[in-house]
């Protein structure tokens, strides 16, 4: 069994800063990828960032520059810091996984979500 867990979203006003973190945990071998998605209401999830083992990053144009993903191999953790957050970065972050676990089975798993409110 896999388990996500994100922790660090909250209210903050525009311009503000937050970080989510996210912790893999369970009959995890190797984990190939980690990453964040939102989904604001009433549209569709969305990619925010990936990084990979080997620490190769991807960022949706949209939060370039202001967004960083960093990950811990060793502790199986995976961090979005959000800078200079403006109103339509409000949604529900989801961490995403893509392992294989103890069984050999190549799966990708998802957090429950933290919801991000960018607000005054």
């Known amino acids: 069994q896999v388990q996500l867990v994100e922790s660090g979203g909250g209210l903050v006003q525009p311009g503000g800063s937050l970080r989510l973190s996210c912790a893999a945990s369970?009959?995890?071998?190797?984990?190939?990828?980690m990453g964040w998605y939102r989904q604001a209401p009433g549209k569709q999830r969305e990619l925010v960032a990936t990084i990979t083992s080997g620490s190769s990053t991807t960022y949706a144009d949209s939060v370039k520059v202001r967004f960083t993903i960093t990950g811990d191999n060793a502790k199986r953790m995976v961090y979005l810091q959000m800078n200079s957050l403006k109103p339509e970065d409000t949604g529900v972050y989801y961490c995403?996984?893509?392992?294989?676990?103890?069984?050999?089975?190549?799966?990708?798993?998802w957090g429950q979500g933290t919801q991000v409110t960018v607000s005054s």
């Open positions: 369970g009959s995890i071998l190797t984990i190939y990828v």
């Open positions: 995403n996984a893509a392992l294989v676990t103890f069984t050999s089975i190549h799966n990708t798993y």
